[in-house]
């Protein structure tokens, strides 16, 4: 058996290339500030390559749930022992800055994620219609049923409407109308607007007489034969599909992605790609899915669920990678409502099985003690399912399966996912809840109020593990003073008291030689704040170390605010080149 040596001499070889291109992309970035250029979204290296070639270089790739279940629960958790790397990075807790970050601290514009709500704040009606952008499949006459599917619990159909469109229909379980097409609307428009690349989602109702199976159309039986879908058939997976008033039953109906090369992994790149450069577990973007996955409860975010295509964008074709199959979000697990544990323990947790090991002993769980408790073991609404914010922790929520990306989450990532995350106003998340037209008007209230309680608990818990300060801006007051003027987002939003609020800078000097500190901690009480500049040698810069105290708290907030000035020439004023916000 070969060394792990070498394996991990590589893996380290390949971060420091790989933190070197982020390092030259900022580098870059900031000489375009310089010359007045704005940095929005890195570039793509696929001019000149035709939409042929990519299709041919770029292979499909499939996977399924109970593939992702082996390698991620059994595969890579035993793989992982031979990461020493990895092992390491645990043991003492480092964590490394994502890569696809611009010298901002912000996630410029890729075909992984695109800024809507936080930089350039939708509309209702914007919110409300998300990334759809028909009225849907054409119900004037006959689905016809391509392909069926069936789990034994509720029925999915491939159809084709009479303009030629293809979608997936999806229903909900006949125990739980509206809870699955429900968590399915609301969930892939708030990811929509977030950034994501999103199918389109249509919520529908029709008779389902319109449904019609093609001679050569197959499904998978309950007991998973691949059997003919014959009218007979067809009518049997029908009759477990919930009715509604006059015998319509109740939809999701997703439009089929087109050019489609199968999923996208969450670790390593794909290499076919000329714009995919970074590891994907190295992508503030995907990383952060795990705090946009808390707040929507959207536990079943892994691999399967998303979904690669070749598209043409400004004359070019590029790799767009979307997110797909949102009707386990909310309270919803597709079939059924989500169990207790969702959301508290992956599938198969080895870490919590490990806590429970050397006693032999089963301790109740917080959400044990909360299904009990709150719940009595039962569903209060059929049409929301499980959930709710009782023992929500958001540094403690997890996925279904384990995936390196969400346990690679920094504080600087989680900071950045929560800013967008307050972008929604209360009103804007209950317009967006509105559009999954429950039939009981408390549903959509206790819904709305959950999510503005939970997005809340969110900000409020990421803002207090960085020095939570945005917009930042520089003026020059004379030839020696600068002034910083700032937001402090946990003010702005409640989180802490004005009142005994106040703030401390240093001012150091970065340059090759290493960093010294020019000035002790200075206090000021609110932005903005003023500071002397001293005289700078050739190449140098300052860094700015901010922190703040809210209240009667007696630590001041960690990691300081790192903010890098810098002269575009010799004697010219000073210009801020970078903002971190720490690891």
Do not use: C
């Given at each position: 058996m070969a060394s792990g040596k070498p394996y991990q001499n590589s893996i380290l070889a390949l971060r420091k290339m790989m933190t070197n291109i982020s390092r030259i992309k900022k580098l870059i970035a900031s000489l375009m500030l310089s010359a007045g250029i704005i940095l929005i979204a890195f570039p793509s290296l696929s001019f000149g390559v035709a939409a042929e070639e990519l299709d041919q270089k770029i292979k499909d790739q499939e996977t399924s749930f109970y593939r992702e279940l082996f390698d991620k629960i059994v595969y890579d958790q035993f793989a992982s022992l031979l990461r020493f790397d990895r092992i390491k990075d645990r043991l003492l807790f480092k964590k490394y800055e994502a890569l696809d970050v611009n010298p901002f601290d912000e996630v410029p514009d890729s075909g992984f994620f695109v800024?809507?709500?936080?930089?350039?704040?939708?509309?209702?009606?914007?919110?409300?219609?998300?990334?759809?952008?028909?009225?849907?499949?054409?119900?004037?006459?006959?689905?016809?049923?391509?392909?069926?599917?069936?789990?034994?619990?509720?029925?999915?159909?491939?159809?084709?409407?009479?303009?030629?469109?293809?979608?997936?229909?999806?229903?909900?379980?006949?125990?739980?109308?509206?809870?699955?097409?429900?968590?399915?609307?609301?969930?892939?428009?708030?990811?929509?607007?977030?950034?994501?690349?999103?199918?389109?989602?249509?919520?529908?109702?029709?008779?389902?007489?319109?449904?019609?199976?093609?001679?050569?159309?197959?499904?998978?039986?309950?007991?998973?034969?691949?059997?003919?879908?014959?009218?007979?058939?067809?009518?049997?997976?029908?009759?477990?599909?919930?009715?509604?008033?006059?015998?319509?039953?109740?939809?999701?109906?997703?439009?089929?992605?087109?050019?489609?090369?199968?999923?996208?992994?969450?670790?390593?790149?794909?290499?076919?790609?000329?714009?995919?450069?970074?590891?994907?577990?190295?992508?503030?973007?995907?990383?952060?899915?795990?705090?946009?996955?808390?707040?929507?409860?959207?536990?079943?975010?892994?691999?399967?669920?998303?979904?690669?295509?070749?598209?043409?964008?400004?004359?070019?074709p590029v790799v767009k990678h979307y997110l797909i199959d949102f009707g386990s979000a909310l309270g919803s697990a597709a079939n059924h409502p989500k169990v207790p544990a969702a959301g508290y323990e992956h599938i198969v947790d080895w870490y919590e099985i490990g806590k429970a090991a050397p006693t032999l002993k089963i301790v109740e769980k917080p959400w044990e003690r909360k299904w009990d408790e709150l719940h009595h073991r039962g569903i209060a609404n059929p049409a929301l399912g499980y959930f709710d914010n009782a023992e929500f922790q958001p540094e403690a929520w997890k996925t279904q399966l384990p995936y390196e990306v969400f346990r690679r989450l920094t504080r600087a990532d989680a900071f950045w996912a929560a800013k967008i995350l307050m972008s929604f106003?209360?009103?804007?998340?209950?317009?967006?809840?509105?559009?999954?037209?429950?039939?009981?008007?408390?549903?959509?209230?206790?819904?709305?109020?959950?999510?503005?309680v939970r997005r809340d608990i969110i900000a409020r818990y990421w803002f207090g593990h960085v020095t939570p300060l945005d917009r930042i801006r520089l003026f020059q007051v004379d030839d020696g003073t600068y002034q910083i003027r700032f937001e402090d987002l946990s003010l702005k939003y409640g989180f802490a008291p004005q009142e005994g609020t106040r703030y401390r800078y240093q001012l150091m000097s970065v340059g090759s030689g290493g960093s010294h500190r020019l000035s002790k901690y200075q206090d000021f009480e609110a932005s903005p704040f003023s500071f002397k500049v001293p005289s700078l040698k050739p190449g140098s810069r300052l860094a700015l170390l901010v922190q703040a105290k809210y209240g009667q708290k007696d630590d001041w907030s960690d990691p300081p605010l790192k903010i890098i000035l810098a002269q575009k020439a010799e004697g010219a004023t000073l210009e801020i080149v970078q903002i971190d916000h720490g690891v």
């Open positions: 800024n809507r709500h936080a930089r350039k704040h939708l509309s209702s009606e914007e919110l409300r219609e998300g990334p759809d952008r028909s009225e849907g499949p054409d119900l004037s006459g006959s689905l016809r049923v391509m392909k069926g599917k069936s789990d034994g619990m509720t029925a999915g159909f491939f159809v084709e409407d009479q303009k030629g469109a293809r979608y997936l229909l999806k229903f909900d379980p006949k125990d739980n109308p509206e809870m699955a097409t429900s968590a399915e609307t609301i969930a892939h428009k708030l990811f929509y607007a977030f950034g994501y690349h999103v199918a389109q989602y249509y919520l529908i109702d029709f008779n389902p007489t319109l449904l019609t199976p093609d001679p050569k159309a197959t499904y998978y039986n309950e007991d998973g034969f691949k059997k003919p879908l014959t009218q007979e058939a067809l009518q049997e997976l029908i009759e477990k599909i919930p009715k509604r008033k006059g015998g319509l039953v109740r939809a999701s109906a997703s439009k089929l992605i087109e050019n489609d090369k199968g999923y996208m992994d969450f670790e390593g790149r794909r290499k076919s790609d000329p714009d995919d450069l970074i590891p994907h577990e190295d992508r503030r973007s995907l990383r952060a899915l795990r705090v946009f996955g808390s707040w929507l409860n959207h536990y079943d975010l892994r691999e399967g669920n998303t979904l690669d295509a070749i598209e043409t964008e400004d004359g070019k106003s209360n009103e804007e998340i209950k317009a967006v809840v509105d559009t999954a037209r429950f039939s009981d008007s408390d549903s959509a209230h206790i819904l709305s109020e959950i999510l503005i």
